[in-house]
């Protein structure tokens, strides 16, 4: 079975933002062959859909669900404002009203992606020194906020190298003059 076009979708959508009285019809939907696991997704500000044309090409039968479902964001946006929950009371009303179970999940089967091998983050540690008083701490994160020997805010100096021992060394070795050079 053939997808149907844009501009028959976008007529759908107007068709489903009228019947729920919304002012504002238009709405464009395109097909976004990058989308991977999504069925859809919609831009709510630009009244934007897009599609997965792989997942829905699958599961044709998905497609009017998957449509009003992102059709429904745009109205609650269009007729509550930004802030509403995303899948809240407005969103499953207007699903209801187009006769649509308020799914928040679509039950399309998905083809596991080729993931790469997961990268192992290379771990790093970190020497902060305050610029007014030169105190010191080297940890596995960086804290901003107030400076723990003059109690200044913000003025810190940081420093990065590998978490090993002679990464460890090489932070403690700093003067604070070399890390203000560093840091310039």
């Known amino acids: 079975m053939a997808l149907p076009s844009s501009a028959e979708l976008e007529s759908r959508a107007a068709h489903l933002l009228a019947a729920w009285r919304v002012l504002d019809t238009a709405v464009r ?14 831009f709510l500000r630009n009244g934007r859909v897009e599609l997965n044309p792989t997942l829905l090409g699958r599961a044709p039968d998905q497609l009017e669900t998957v449509l009003v479902h992102e059709a429904a964001h745009i109205a609650a946006f269009r007729l509550f404002g930004a802030n509403i929950p995303a899948h809240g009371r407005h969103w499953r009303s207007l699903m209801r009203l187009a006769g649509q179970p308020p799914d928040v999940t679509h039950k399309i089967p998905i083809d596991e992606p080729r993931r790469r091998p997961a990268r192992r983050r290379r771990a790093s540690l970190y020497l902060r020194v305050c610029d007014d008083c030169g105190d010191r701490v080297i940890a596995e994160a960086v804290r901003y906020g107030r400076c723990h020997g003059c109690s200044s805010r913000d003025s810190f100096l940081v420093m990065r190298a590998p978490a090993t021992v002679a990464g460890r060394a090489a932070l403690e070795r700093l003067t604070l003059d070399e890390v203000r050079e560093a840091c310039g």
Not at 31 to 41: D, K, Q, S, Y
């Open 29 to 42: 939907v395109v097909w976004n062959e990058r989308l991977t696991t999504t069925a859809g997704r919609a």
